[in-house]
Protein backbone atom coordinates (compact mmCIF):
# COMPACT_ATOMS: atom_id res chain seq x y z
CA UNK A 1 0.00 0.00 0.00
CA UNK A 2 1.42 3.45 -0.57
CA UNK A 3 2.31 5.80 2.02
CA UNK A 4 -1.00 7.81 2.26
CA UNK A 5 0.02 11.83 3.37
CA UNK A 6 -2.16 13.10 6.17
CA UNK A 7 -4.79 15.02 4.57
CA UNK A 8 -3.63 18.38 6.83
CA UNK A 9 -4.63 20.63 4.49
CA UNK A 10 -1.92 22.18 1.87
CA UNK A 11 -2.54 25.98 2.43
CA UNK A 12 -4.69 27.18 -0.46
CA UNK A 13 -2.09 29.38 -2.67
CA UNK A 14 -3.35 32.94 -2.48
CA UNK A 15 -3.21 33.96 -6.07
CA UNK A 16 -3.70 37.81 -6.32
CA UNK A 17 -6.19 39.32 -8.70
CA UNK A 18 -9.42 40.02 -9.42
CA UNK A 19 -10.24 37.00 -10.57
CA UNK A 20 -10.40 35.99 -6.84
CA UNK A 21 -14.04 35.89 -6.59
CA UNK A 22 -14.14 34.49 -2.54
CA UNK A 23 -10.93 34.85 -0.53
CA UNK A 24 -11.39 33.25 3.24
CA UNK A 25 -8.09 33.15 5.59
CA UNK A 26 -8.32 31.86 8.78
CA UNK A 27 -12.58 32.49 9.11
CA UNK A 28 -13.55 31.60 13.04
CA UNK A 29 -16.50 31.35 14.35
CA UNK A 30 -17.77 31.25 18.34
CA UNK A 31 -21.36 30.72 19.70
CA UNK A 32 -20.55 31.65 23.27
CA UNK A 33 -17.90 29.95 24.74
CA UNK A 34 -18.13 27.34 21.50
CA UNK A 35 -15.91 27.05 18.48
CA UNK A 36 -17.97 26.05 15.48
CA UNK A 37 -15.20 27.19 13.00
CA UNK A 38 -11.54 27.06 13.88
CA UNK A 39 -9.05 28.81 11.06
CA UNK A 40 -11.09 27.91 7.66
CA UNK A 41 -9.08 28.53 4.67
CA UNK A 42 -10.51 28.48 0.81
CA UNK A 43 -10.15 30.72 -2.67
CA UNK A 44 -12.19 30.76 -5.82
CA UNK A 45 -11.84 32.32 -8.88
CA UNK A 46 -13.94 33.54 -11.32
CA UNK A 47 -16.47 30.42 -13.04
CA UNK A 48 -15.10 27.87 -10.39
CA UNK A 49 -17.42 25.69 -8.88
CA UNK A 50 -16.81 24.22 -5.44
CA UNK A 51 -18.87 22.23 -3.31
CA UNK A 52 -19.22 22.41 -0.03
CA UNK A 53 -18.97 18.41 1.80
CA UNK A 54 -19.31 18.03 5.28
CA UNK A 55 -21.50 16.12 7.91
CA UNK A 56 -24.51 18.02 9.51
CA UNK A 57 -23.10 20.22 12.19
CA UNK A 58 -19.93 20.79 10.87
CA UNK A 59 -20.44 24.47 10.00
CA UNK A 60 -21.09 24.95 6.45
CA UNK A 61 -24.53 26.77 6.71
CA UNK A 62 -22.50 28.81 9.68
CA UNK A 63 -20.02 29.64 6.49
CA UNK A 64 -21.69 30.27 3.60
CA UNK A 65 -24.28 32.63 5.79
CA UNK A 66 -21.04 34.51 6.82
CA UNK A 67 -19.84 34.71 3.02
CA UNK A 68 -23.38 35.91 2.00
CA UNK A 69 -23.33 38.92 4.74
CA UNK A 70 -26.32 37.32 6.84
CA UNK A 71 -23.91 36.34 9.99
CA UNK A 72 -20.52 38.39 11.81
CA UNK A 73 -17.69 36.26 11.83
CA UNK A 74 -16.05 35.98 14.83
CA UNK A 75 -12.17 36.91 13.16
CA UNK A 76 -10.62 36.00 10.19
CA UNK A 77 -9.96 37.42 6.90
CA UNK A 78 -12.91 37.66 4.16
CA UNK A 79 -12.94 38.80 0.89
CA UNK A 80 -16.29 38.23 -1.13
CA UNK A 81 -15.94 39.72 -4.80
CA UNK A 82 -13.19 41.99 -3.51
CA UNK A 83 -15.74 43.29 -0.51
CA UNK A 84 -15.82 42.08 3.68
CA UNK A 85 -19.37 40.92 4.06
CA UNK A 86 -19.78 42.28 7.17
CA UNK A 87 -19.49 45.31 5.49
CA UNK A 88 -21.05 44.92 2.03
CA UNK A 89 -23.65 47.58 0.54
CA UNK A 90 -26.55 47.08 -1.87
CA UNK A 91 -24.62 47.20 -4.77
CA UNK A 92 -22.44 44.50 -3.32
CA UNK A 93 -25.30 42.79 -2.64
CA UNK A 94 -26.79 42.99 -6.53
CA UNK A 95 -23.76 40.89 -7.65
CA UNK A 96 -24.39 38.08 -5.54
CA UNK A 97 -27.55 35.40 -5.52
CA UNK A 98 -28.68 33.28 -2.79
CA UNK A 99 -30.47 30.27 -3.12
CA UNK A 100 -31.32 29.27 0.26
CA UNK A 101 -32.90 25.85 1.87
CA UNK A 102 -36.55 25.72 2.80
CA UNK A 103 -38.28 28.47 1.42
CA UNK A 104 -42.04 28.74 1.44
CA UNK A 105 -42.77 32.36 1.01
CA UNK A 106 -44.74 34.81 -1.51
CA UNK A 107 -47.23 31.68 -1.86
CA UNK A 108 -49.74 33.91 -2.81
CA UNK A 109 -47.61 35.50 -5.99
CA UNK A 110 -47.81 34.13 -9.60
CA UNK A 111 -44.48 32.83 -10.53
CA UNK A 112 -44.31 35.74 -12.96
CA UNK A 113 -45.12 38.24 -11.15
CA UNK A 114 -42.86 37.37 -8.14
CA UNK A 115 -39.86 36.87 -10.51
CA UNK A 116 -40.56 40.44 -12.75
CA UNK A 117 -40.91 42.50 -9.33
CA UNK A 118 -37.40 40.78 -7.68
CA UNK A 119 -35.71 41.51 -11.22
CA UNK A 120 -37.09 45.09 -10.94
CA UNK A 121 -34.50 45.33 -8.18
CA UNK A 122 -31.48 44.73 -9.89
CA UNK A 123 -32.05 47.35 -13.09
CA UNK A 124 -30.07 49.64 -11.69
CA UNK A 125 -27.01 47.54 -11.03
CA UNK A 126 -26.94 46.92 -14.82
CA UNK A 127 -23.39 47.03 -16.33
CA UNK A 128 -21.85 47.31 -19.72
CA UNK A 129 -20.58 43.57 -19.38
CA UNK A 130 -23.59 42.69 -17.55
CA UNK A 131 -27.19 43.31 -18.42
CA UNK A 132 -29.55 43.05 -15.23
CA UNK A 133 -32.42 41.57 -14.42
CA UNK A 134 -32.47 38.31 -16.90
CA UNK A 135 -35.18 38.90 -19.08
CA UNK A 136 -38.39 36.92 -17.32
CA UNK A 137 -40.00 34.71 -20.07
CA UNK A 138 -36.02 33.76 -21.03
CA UNK A 139 -35.79 32.86 -17.49
CA UNK A 140 -38.66 30.41 -17.01
CA UNK A 141 -37.83 29.05 -20.00
CA UNK A 142 -33.86 28.47 -18.64
CA UNK A 143 -35.33 27.11 -15.12
CA UNK A 144 -38.33 25.37 -17.03
CA UNK A 145 -41.25 26.52 -15.16
CA UNK A 146 -42.70 28.58 -18.51
CA UNK A 147 -45.94 26.44 -18.52
CA UNK A 148 -46.08 27.27 -14.72
CA UNK A 149 -46.01 30.91 -15.29
CA UNK A 150 -49.09 32.00 -14.41
CA UNK A 151 -49.66 29.76 -11.23
CA UNK A 152 -49.32 30.72 -7.39
CA UNK A 153 -46.29 29.79 -6.31
CA UNK A 154 -47.97 27.44 -3.50
CA UNK A 155 -49.46 25.32 -6.10
CA UNK A 156 -46.01 24.22 -7.61
CA UNK A 157 -44.76 21.05 -6.62
CA UNK A 158 -41.57 20.82 -4.39
CA UNK A 159 -39.39 20.23 -7.33
CA UNK A 160 -41.14 23.22 -9.15
CA UNK A 161 -40.99 25.29 -6.33
CA UNK A 162 -37.30 24.96 -5.70
CA UNK A 163 -36.59 25.53 -9.86
CA UNK A 164 -38.00 29.18 -8.99
CA UNK A 165 -35.91 29.44 -5.90
CA UNK A 166 -33.48 28.77 -8.27
CA UNK A 167 -34.60 31.15 -11.03
CA UNK A 168 -34.96 34.17 -7.88
CA UNK A 169 -31.43 33.34 -6.94
CA UNK A 170 -30.36 33.90 -10.36
CA UNK A 171 -32.68 36.77 -11.87
CA UNK A 172 -30.25 38.93 -10.93
CA UNK A 173 -27.26 37.72 -13.33
CA UNK A 174 -24.93 36.94 -10.18
CA UNK A 175 -21.83 36.86 -10.71
CA UNK A 176 -21.80 34.54 -7.51
CA UNK A 177 -24.21 32.54 -6.15
CA UNK A 178 -24.79 30.39 -3.23
CA UNK A 179 -26.70 26.80 -3.73
CA UNK A 180 -27.54 25.62 -0.20
CA UNK A 181 -28.80 21.63 -0.79
CA UNK A 182 -30.12 23.06 -4.69
CA UNK A 183 -31.75 19.60 -5.43
CA UNK A 184 -33.61 18.33 -2.66
CA UNK A 185 -36.75 16.83 -3.79
CA UNK A 186 -36.06 16.89 -7.99
CA UNK A 187 -36.48 14.19 -9.92
CA UNK A 188 -33.82 12.67 -11.97
CA UNK A 189 -34.84 14.14 -15.23
CA UNK A 190 -34.67 17.96 -13.06
CA UNK A 191 -31.54 17.04 -11.43
CA UNK A 192 -30.12 16.71 -14.62
CA UNK A 193 -31.41 19.87 -16.06
CA UNK A 194 -30.52 21.76 -13.14
CA UNK A 195 -26.75 20.28 -13.76
CA UNK A 196 -26.92 21.41 -16.98
CA UNK A 197 -28.01 25.02 -15.81
CA UNK A 198 -25.44 25.31 -13.48
CA UNK A 199 -22.54 24.44 -16.17
CA UNK A 200 -24.01 26.80 -18.43
CA UNK A 201 -24.46 29.05 -15.89
CA UNK A 202 -20.31 28.22 -14.67
CA UNK A 203 -19.11 28.30 -18.24
CA UNK A 204 -21.02 30.73 -20.35
CA UNK A 205 -21.48 33.42 -17.95
CA UNK A 206 -18.40 32.98 -15.57
CA UNK A 207 -21.01 32.80 -12.36
CA UNK A 208 -18.86 31.40 -9.71
CA UNK A 209 -20.92 28.86 -7.61
CA UNK A 210 -20.93 27.58 -4.04
CA UNK A 211 -22.97 24.93 -3.39
CA UNK A 212 -23.71 22.40 -0.44
CA UNK A 213 -25.14 18.75 -0.91
CA UNK A 214 -25.32 15.68 1.04
CA UNK A 215 -25.28 14.13 -2.70
CA UNK A 216 -21.66 13.00 -3.29
CA UNK A 217 -22.26 11.89 -7.15
CA UNK A 218 -24.09 15.25 -7.61
CA UNK A 219 -20.75 17.11 -5.92
CA UNK A 220 -18.28 14.85 -7.98
CA UNK A 221 -20.82 15.84 -11.41
CA UNK A 222 -20.77 19.81 -10.83
CA UNK A 223 -17.87 21.00 -9.23
CA UNK A 224 -14.30 21.81 -10.80
CA UNK A 225 -13.40 21.84 -6.58
CA UNK A 226 -14.35 20.10 -3.28
CA UNK A 227 -14.22 21.36 -0.07
CA UNK A 228 -14.96 19.53 2.63
CA UNK A 229 -15.53 20.55 6.21
CA UNK A 230 -15.82 18.99 9.02
CA UNK A 231 -14.86 19.73 12.63
CA UNK A 232 -15.03 23.36 11.89
CA UNK A 233 -11.83 22.90 9.33
CA UNK A 234 -11.42 22.54 5.09
CA UNK A 235 -10.15 18.70 5.72
CA UNK A 236 -10.04 18.51 2.27
CA UNK A 237 -9.41 21.03 -0.76
CA UNK A 238 -9.46 19.34 -4.43
CA UNK A 239 -11.14 17.59 -7.52
CA UNK A 240 -13.07 14.95 -6.60
CA UNK A 241 -10.11 12.98 -8.56
CA UNK A 242 -7.60 14.42 -6.61
CA UNK A 243 -9.46 13.68 -3.18
CA UNK A 244 -10.25 10.12 -3.85
CA UNK A 245 -6.47 9.46 -5.30
CA UNK A 246 -5.39 10.67 -1.83
CA UNK A 247 -6.85 8.48 0.51
CA UNK A 248 -6.97 5.08 -1.31
CA UNK A 249 -4.41 4.17 -3.38
CA UNK A 250 -5.57 0.76 -3.73
CA UNK A 251 -7.98 0.33 -6.13
CA UNK A 252 -10.30 -3.19 -5.65
CA UNK A 253 -10.63 -6.00 -8.16
CA UNK A 254 -13.54 -8.49 -8.30
CA UNK A 255 -13.76 -11.15 -10.57
CA UNK A 256 -15.20 -14.94 -10.51
CA UNK A 257 -13.61 -17.62 -11.73
CA UNK A 258 -14.99 -21.41 -11.69
CA UNK A 259 -17.88 -20.23 -10.34
CA UNK A 260 -15.81 -18.66 -7.02
CA UNK A 261 -16.29 -14.99 -6.18
CA UNK A 262 -12.89 -12.83 -5.77
CA UNK A 263 -12.01 -9.55 -4.31
CA UNK A 264 -8.21 -8.13 -4.25
CA UNK A 265 -6.42 -4.74 -3.57
CA UNK A 266 -4.31 -3.68 -5.70
CA UNK A 267 -1.93 -0.57 -5.99
CA UNK A 268 -1.48 -1.18 -9.57
CA UNK A 269 -4.37 -2.52 -11.28
CA UNK A 270 -3.57 -2.30 -14.27
CA UNK A 271 -0.44 -4.71 -13.81
CA UNK A 272 -2.29 -7.00 -11.51
CA UNK A 273 -5.14 -7.85 -13.94
CA UNK A 274 -2.92 -8.24 -16.81
CA UNK A 275 -0.88 -10.92 -14.51
CA UNK A 276 -4.70 -12.49 -13.52
CA UNK A 277 -5.44 -13.08 -17.07
CA UNK A 278 -2.08 -14.35 -18.24
CA UNK A 279 -2.18 -16.89 -15.28
CA UNK A 280 -5.91 -17.96 -15.98
CA UNK A 281 -6.97 -16.53 -19.18
CA UNK A 282 -10.74 -17.47 -20.17
CA UNK A 283 -12.16 -18.49 -17.01
CA UNK A 284 -11.79 -15.50 -15.59
CA UNK A 285 -15.33 -13.96 -15.49
CA UNK A 286 -17.28 -10.59 -14.41
CA UNK A 287 -14.21 -8.73 -14.27
CA UNK A 288 -14.53 -5.39 -12.45
CA UNK A 289 -12.20 -2.61 -11.52
CA UNK A 290 -13.28 -0.24 -9.04
CA UNK A 291 -10.87 3.04 -8.19
CA UNK A 292 -11.67 4.60 -4.88
CA UNK A 293 -14.88 6.95 -5.70
CA UNK A 294 -15.50 10.55 -4.02
CA UNK A 295 -17.63 8.96 -1.20
CA UNK A 296 -14.76 6.45 -0.78
CA UNK A 297 -12.70 9.56 0.21
CA UNK A 298 -15.19 11.64 2.03
CA UNK A 299 -15.91 8.77 4.45
CA UNK A 300 -12.50 8.38 5.34
CA UNK A 301 -11.91 11.78 5.65
CA UNK A 302 -14.80 12.23 7.76
CA UNK A 303 -14.07 9.31 9.76
CA UNK A 304 -10.30 10.22 10.09
CA UNK A 305 -11.11 13.79 11.24
CA UNK A 306 -13.64 12.66 13.72
CA UNK A 307 -11.60 10.18 15.11
CA UNK A 308 -8.62 10.95 15.24
CA UNK A 309 -7.47 8.08 13.08
CA UNK A 310 -4.74 8.80 10.92
CA UNK A 311 -6.26 8.91 7.17
CA UNK A 312 -4.77 5.84 5.64
CA UNK A 313 -5.86 3.18 8.64
CA UNK A 314 -9.40 5.07 8.13
CA UNK A 315 -9.61 4.36 4.56
CA UNK A 316 -8.32 0.78 5.11
CA UNK A 317 -11.19 0.50 7.38
CA UNK A 318 -13.78 1.89 5.27
CA UNK A 319 -12.39 -0.33 2.05
CA UNK A 320 -13.04 -3.34 4.47
CA UNK A 321 -15.99 -2.17 4.99
CA UNK A 322 -17.11 -1.43 1.51
CA UNK A 323 -15.86 -4.99 0.20
CA UNK A 324 -17.80 -6.97 3.16
CA UNK A 325 -20.95 -5.50 1.92
CA UNK B 1 -32.00 54.57 -13.02
CA UNK B 2 -31.31 55.44 -9.21
CA UNK B 3 -31.48 52.19 -6.68
CA UNK B 4 -33.44 53.82 -4.36
CA UNK B 5 -35.86 54.85 -7.17
CA UNK B 6 -35.90 51.61 -8.38
CA UNK B 7 -36.66 50.08 -5.31
CA UNK B 8 -39.41 52.22 -4.06
CA UNK B 9 -41.04 51.50 -7.60
CA UNK B 10 -40.92 48.25 -7.33
CA UNK B 11 -42.12 48.56 -3.42
CA UNK B 12 -45.27 50.86 -4.82
CA UNK B 13 -45.80 47.70 -7.41
CA UNK B 14 -45.53 45.26 -5.03
CA UNK B 15 -48.21 46.83 -3.03
CA UNK B 16 -50.26 47.02 -5.71
CA UNK B 17 -49.60 42.72 -6.29
CA UNK B 18 -50.27 41.80 -2.83
CA UNK B 19 -53.54 43.99 -2.89
CA UNK B 20 -54.81 41.99 -5.97
CA UNK B 21 -53.49 38.65 -3.99
CA UNK B 22 -54.99 39.21 -0.86
CA UNK B 23 -58.49 40.09 -2.80
CA UNK B 24 -58.33 37.66 -4.77
CA UNK B 25 -57.77 34.94 -1.98
CA UNK B 26 -60.88 33.44 -0.56
CA UNK B 27 -59.51 33.44 3.52
CA UNK B 28 -58.66 36.82 3.34
CA UNK B 29 -61.78 38.49 2.04
CA UNK B 30 -63.21 36.94 4.76
CA UNK B 31 -61.29 38.18 7.44
CA UNK B 32 -61.83 41.27 5.98
CA UNK B 33 -65.68 40.87 5.30
CA UNK B 34 -66.66 39.11 8.90
CA UNK B 35 -65.79 41.74 11.42
CA UNK B 36 -67.54 44.02 8.96
CA UNK B 37 -70.41 42.42 8.77
CA UNK B 38 -70.36 42.16 12.65
CA UNK B 39 -70.00 46.21 13.05
CA UNK B 40 -72.55 46.66 10.80
CA UNK B 41 -74.85 44.33 12.52
CA UNK B 42 -73.82 45.98 15.69
CA UNK B 43 -74.85 49.20 14.65
CA UNK B 44 -78.19 48.23 13.10
CA UNK B 45 -79.46 47.02 16.83
CA UNK B 46 -77.65 50.30 17.54
CA UNK B 47 -79.50 52.71 16.03
CA UNK B 48 -82.50 52.64 17.94
CA UNK B 49 -80.53 53.95 20.92
CA UNK B 50 -79.47 57.14 21.81
CA UNK B 51 -76.35 59.59 22.65
CA UNK B 52 -76.52 59.68 26.23
CA UNK B 53 -77.94 63.29 26.81
CA UNK B 54 -78.92 63.68 22.75
CA UNK B 55 -81.62 62.21 20.94
CA UNK B 56 -78.98 61.46 18.58
CA UNK B 57 -78.69 57.84 17.62
CA UNK B 58 -76.03 55.71 19.60
CA UNK B 59 -75.10 53.48 16.14
CA UNK B 60 -74.85 56.84 14.20
CA UNK B 61 -71.80 57.49 16.68
CA UNK B 62 -70.64 54.18 16.79
CA UNK B 63 -70.15 54.13 13.10
CA UNK B 64 -67.38 56.65 12.91
CA UNK B 65 -65.81 55.25 16.14
CA UNK B 66 -65.41 52.03 14.62
CA UNK B 67 -64.04 53.58 11.20
CA UNK B 68 -61.48 55.06 13.44
CA UNK B 69 -60.90 51.62 15.22
CA UNK B 70 -60.34 50.06 12.32
CA UNK B 71 -58.05 52.28 11.27
CA UNK B 72 -55.72 52.22 14.74
CA UNK B 73 -56.06 48.03 14.16
CA UNK B 74 -54.96 47.70 10.52
CA UNK B 75 -52.17 49.47 11.56
CA UNK B 76 -51.07 48.17 14.39
CA UNK B 77 -52.48 44.31 14.22
CA UNK B 78 -52.00 44.19 10.76
CA UNK B 79 -48.06 45.44 9.42
CA UNK B 80 -47.15 43.41 12.92
CA UNK B 81 -48.86 40.24 11.89
CA UNK B 82 -47.53 40.76 8.68
CA UNK B 83 -44.19 40.88 9.99
CA UNK B 84 -44.49 37.90 11.99
CA UNK B 85 -45.67 35.36 9.00
CA UNK B 86 -43.27 36.96 6.02
CA UNK B 87 -40.36 36.36 8.61
CA UNK B 88 -41.79 33.23 9.69
CA UNK B 89 -41.87 32.04 5.99
CA UNK B 90 -38.76 33.79 4.95
CA UNK B 91 -40.22 36.63 2.60
CA UNK B 92 -37.92 39.05 4.98
CA UNK B 93 -34.85 36.66 4.47
CA UNK B 94 -36.05 36.82 0.75
CA UNK B 95 -36.23 40.97 0.82
CA UNK B 96 -32.69 40.85 2.57
CA UNK B 97 -30.93 39.02 -0.33
CA UNK B 98 -32.47 41.53 -2.38
CA UNK B 99 -30.75 45.18 -3.20
CA UNK B 100 -32.54 47.35 -1.38
CA UNK B 101 -35.35 44.54 -0.52
CA UNK B 102 -36.06 45.97 2.54
CA UNK B 103 -36.83 49.16 1.57
CA UNK B 104 -39.28 47.72 -1.51
CA UNK B 105 -40.91 45.63 1.18
CA UNK B 106 -41.62 48.39 3.99
CA UNK B 107 -42.94 50.03 0.75
CA UNK B 108 -44.90 47.36 -0.72
CA UNK B 109 -46.66 46.62 2.57
CA UNK B 110 -47.34 50.30 3.65
CA UNK B 111 -48.91 50.70 0.13
CA UNK B 112 -50.76 47.46 0.73
CA UNK B 113 -52.27 48.46 4.36
CA UNK B 114 -53.00 51.80 3.77
CA UNK B 115 -55.41 50.57 0.56
CA UNK B 116 -57.06 47.39 2.50
CA UNK B 117 -57.45 50.33 5.48
CA UNK B 118 -59.12 52.70 3.11
CA UNK B 119 -61.47 50.40 1.45
CA UNK B 120 -62.20 48.57 4.48
CA UNK B 121 -63.55 52.03 5.62
CA UNK B 122 -65.54 52.20 2.41
CA UNK B 123 -67.10 48.82 2.66
CA UNK B 124 -68.35 49.87 6.55
CA UNK B 125 -69.50 53.46 5.84
CA UNK B 126 -71.62 52.29 2.64
CA UNK B 127 -73.77 50.43 4.11
CA UNK B 128 -74.22 52.02 7.18
CA UNK B 129 -75.45 55.28 5.60
CA UNK B 130 -78.71 53.07 4.57
CA UNK B 131 -79.83 52.60 7.83
CA UNK B 132 -77.84 55.31 10.16
CA UNK B 133 -79.27 58.87 9.97
CA UNK B 134 -76.92 62.37 10.93
CA UNK B 135 -73.95 61.04 9.04
CA UNK B 136 -73.29 64.34 6.99
CA UNK B 137 -71.21 63.10 4.14
CA UNK B 138 -72.31 64.92 1.42
CA UNK B 139 -70.65 67.77 3.63
CA UNK B 140 -67.35 69.20 1.98
CA UNK B 141 -65.58 69.66 5.56
CA UNK B 142 -66.43 66.15 6.39
CA UNK B 143 -63.77 65.04 3.60
CA UNK B 144 -61.12 67.58 4.75
CA UNK B 145 -61.12 66.57 8.38
CA UNK B 146 -60.70 62.59 7.17
CA UNK B 147 -58.13 64.34 4.58
CA UNK B 148 -55.61 64.67 7.78
CA UNK B 149 -57.13 62.34 10.13
CA UNK B 150 -57.07 59.27 8.02
CA UNK B 151 -53.19 59.63 6.88
CA UNK B 152 -52.07 60.76 10.26
CA UNK B 153 -53.34 58.00 11.84
CA UNK B 154 -51.67 55.63 9.49
CA UNK B 155 -48.35 57.67 10.09
CA UNK B 156 -48.99 57.39 13.68
CA UNK B 157 -50.18 53.34 13.80
CA UNK B 158 -47.96 51.62 11.00
CA UNK B 159 -44.66 51.96 12.32
CA UNK B 160 -45.40 50.90 15.90
CA UNK B 161 -47.15 47.83 14.52
CA UNK B 162 -43.93 47.70 12.50
CA UNK B 163 -41.98 47.93 15.88
CA UNK B 164 -44.76 45.59 17.34
CA UNK B 165 -43.88 43.10 14.41
CA UNK B 166 -40.07 43.01 15.26
CA UNK B 167 -40.27 42.63 18.43
CA UNK B 168 -42.94 39.30 18.16
CA UNK B 169 -40.62 36.46 16.95
CA UNK B 170 -43.64 33.36 17.27
CA UNK B 171 -46.93 34.06 15.36
CA UNK B 172 -48.52 32.34 19.05
CA UNK B 173 -47.69 35.35 20.83
CA UNK B 174 -49.86 37.36 18.55
CA UNK B 175 -52.04 36.99 21.73
CA UNK B 176 -49.89 39.29 23.36
CA UNK B 177 -50.75 42.52 21.39
CA UNK B 178 -54.22 41.28 20.16
CA UNK B 179 -55.54 41.25 23.70
CA UNK B 180 -54.19 44.29 25.25
CA UNK B 181 -55.38 45.81 21.93
CA UNK B 182 -59.08 44.79 22.16
CA UNK B 183 -58.78 46.26 26.16
CA UNK B 184 -57.54 49.52 24.59
CA UNK B 185 -60.47 49.68 22.48
CA UNK B 186 -63.07 49.01 25.17
CA UNK B 187 -61.34 52.18 26.96
CA UNK B 188 -61.41 54.59 23.89
CA UNK B 189 -65.10 54.90 23.54
CA UNK B 190 -65.37 53.53 20.36
CA UNK B 191 -68.74 51.72 21.30
CA UNK B 192 -69.64 54.15 24.36
CA UNK B 193 -68.87 57.37 25.26
CA UNK B 194 -66.91 57.20 28.27
CA UNK B 195 -67.36 60.70 29.88
CA UNK B 196 -69.11 58.20 32.77
CA UNK B 197 -65.52 56.76 33.80
CA UNK B 198 -63.16 57.56 36.22
CA UNK B 199 -60.66 60.09 35.47
CA UNK B 200 -57.90 57.98 35.17
CA UNK B 201 -58.96 55.82 33.19
CA UNK B 202 -59.48 58.55 30.74
CA UNK B 203 -56.37 59.78 30.28
CA UNK B 204 -55.06 56.02 29.98
CA UNK B 205 -57.44 56.28 26.85
CA UNK B 206 -56.94 59.67 26.03
CA UNK B 207 -52.61 58.66 26.18
CA UNK B 208 -53.59 56.42 22.89
CA UNK B 209 -54.12 56.96 19.18
CA UNK B 210 -57.04 54.90 18.93
CA UNK B 211 -59.24 57.20 20.87
CA UNK B 212 -57.85 60.44 19.46
CA UNK B 213 -58.92 58.15 16.02
CA UNK B 214 -62.50 57.45 17.04
CA UNK B 215 -62.91 61.27 17.64
CA UNK B 216 -61.32 62.40 14.77
CA UNK B 217 -63.45 60.75 12.57
CA UNK B 218 -66.42 61.47 14.80
CA UNK B 219 -65.21 64.95 14.16
CA UNK B 220 -65.71 64.68 10.63
CA UNK B 221 -68.39 62.49 10.37
CA UNK B 222 -71.16 63.77 12.88
CA UNK B 223 -72.94 66.98 13.32
CA UNK B 224 -71.06 69.97 15.58
CA UNK B 225 -73.75 69.68 17.85
CA UNK B 226 -72.66 66.34 19.11
CA UNK B 227 -68.96 68.19 20.02
CA UNK B 228 -70.88 69.35 23.39
CA UNK B 229 -70.90 65.30 24.61
CA UNK B 230 -67.10 64.46 24.19
CA UNK B 231 -64.68 64.97 26.99
CA UNK B 232 -64.03 68.69 27.19
CA UNK B 233 -67.30 69.68 25.05
CA UNK B 234 -65.13 70.20 21.76
CA UNK B 235 -63.83 68.22 18.79
CA UNK B 236 -60.59 69.14 20.38
CA UNK B 237 -58.85 69.12 16.54
CA UNK B 238 -55.36 70.70 18.04
CA UNK B 239 -54.46 67.65 20.76
CA UNK B 240 -56.34 64.79 17.94
CA UNK B 241 -53.19 65.84 16.23
CA UNK B 242 -50.55 66.57 18.80
CA UNK B 243 -51.22 63.05 20.17
CA UNK B 244 -51.41 61.53 16.83
CA UNK B 245 -48.07 63.85 15.62
CA UNK B 246 -46.20 62.20 18.67
CA UNK B 247 -46.98 58.82 18.44
CA UNK B 248 -46.00 59.16 14.23
CA UNK B 249 -43.12 60.85 15.58
CA UNK B 250 -42.51 58.02 17.89
CA UNK B 251 -43.18 54.95 15.59
CA UNK B 252 -40.82 57.00 13.06
CA UNK B 253 -37.35 56.90 15.39
CA UNK B 254 -38.13 53.83 16.91
CA UNK B 255 -39.25 51.55 13.91
CA UNK B 256 -36.32 51.84 11.59
CA UNK B 257 -34.12 50.99 14.57
CA UNK B 258 -36.19 47.86 15.52
CA UNK B 259 -36.43 46.82 11.81
CA UNK B 260 -32.41 47.21 11.01
CA UNK B 261 -31.69 44.94 14.10
CA UNK B 262 -34.62 42.88 13.48
CA UNK B 263 -33.23 42.55 9.79
CA UNK B 264 -29.52 42.31 10.60
CA UNK B 265 -30.36 38.91 12.68
CA UNK B 266 -32.71 37.09 9.88
CA UNK B 267 -30.83 34.47 7.95
CA UNK B 268 -31.48 31.07 6.76
CA UNK B 269 -30.94 29.11 9.73
CA UNK B 270 -33.29 31.27 11.93
CA UNK B 271 -35.86 30.30 8.95
CA UNK B 272 -35.12 27.01 9.09
CA UNK B 273 -35.30 26.75 12.83
CA UNK B 274 -39.05 28.56 12.61
CA UNK B 275 -39.83 25.85 10.27
CA UNK B 276 -39.15 23.34 11.94
CA UNK B 277 -41.13 24.39 14.93
CA UNK B 278 -43.67 25.84 13.03
CA UNK B 279 -43.98 22.04 11.83
CA UNK B 280 -43.91 20.69 15.61
CA UNK B 281 -47.02 22.94 16.23
CA UNK B 282 -48.79 21.81 13.16
CA UNK B 283 -48.51 18.26 14.31
Partial sequence: MTAVELPGVAPTPHPPGEDLVLDVRDLRMRYGTVDVLHGVDFTARRGEVLALLGPNGAGKTTTIEILEGFRMRSAGEVRVLGVDPGRGDERWRARMGVVLQSWRDHGKWRVRDLLAHLGAFYAPYATDRISRPWPVDELLDTVGLTPHAAKRVHQLSGGQRRRLDVAVGIVGRPELLFLDEPTVGFDPAARREFHELVHRLADLDETTILLTTHDLDEAEKLADRILILAGGRIIADGSSDELARRVAGDAEIRWTRDGERFVHAAADATGFVRDLLRQHGDSVQELEVRRASLEDAYMALVYEEESGVRAGTAAASVWRQGSER | ?283
Avoid at chain 2, 257 to 273: D, F, I, K, P, T
Fill in chain 2, 1 to 283: MNPTTAAVRAGVQRGVIELRNTFTNAQDLWNYFFPTAVLLVTMFFMRGATVPGTSFSLGARTLPSALGMGLAFGGLIGLSQQLIVDREDGTLLRAKATPNGMLGYLIGKIVMLSAVALIGLVLQLTPALFFLDGIRLTDGGAWLTMAWVVPLGLVATLPLGAVIGSLIENPRNMGLVVLPTFGLIALSGIFYPINGYPGWLQAVAQAFPVYWLGLGMRSALLPPELAAVELGGSWRHLETFGVLGLWAVLGLTLAPVVLRRMARRESGSRVAARREKAMQRAM
